[in-house]
């Protein structure tokens, strides 16, 4: 399984990228796929995440109305819309994967087993 994150870079406040998350290595019909994030001096959070065993999609509740999370099922590629971006929104951020029918916390990093080597997103004028 490899997951690898893109689309990070330098941003000015209120501006926007969009991260993506390119899977590969694994067959599973149900997964998920999260987006995380660490910044300097901070644990890694959860910020959203995709589900195909209930369709469903989650966030925190911090970032619900700025980030929107999408996928393509064809690749399968996991997209993280990010709009009206500040500072506070600088940080490292990764991608995970669990596969199978999960049912715990999509937005915890325990449940989750592979990772991304993470994108540096900084927020700055």
């Known amino acids: 399984v490899q997951l690898v994150e893109s689309g990070g870079g330098l941003v000015q406040p209120g501006g926007s990228l969009r991260l993506t998350c390119a899977a590969s290595?694994?067959?599973?019909?149900?997964?998920?796929i999260g987006w995380f994030r660490r910044a300097p001096g901070k644990e890694r959070e959860g910020l959203s995440a995709i589900s195909t065993s209930d369709g469903r999609t989650y966030y925190k509740s911090s970032v619900r109305d700025r980030f929107t999370i999408s996928r393509d099922d064809a690749k399968p590629t996991v997209y993280l819309q990010m709009n009206n971006l500040g500072p506070e929104d600088t940080a490292v951020y990764y991608c995970?994967?669990?596969?199978?029918?999960?049912?715990?916390?999509?937005?915890?990093?325990?449940?989750?087993?592979?990772w991304g080597q993470g994108t540096q997103v900084t927020v700055s004028s």
């Open positions: 995970a994967l669990t596969l199978g029918f999960y049912t715990g916390s999509y937005l915890q990093t325990y449940g989750y087993e592979y």
């Open positions: 290595g694994f067959t599973d019909d149900y997964y998920a």
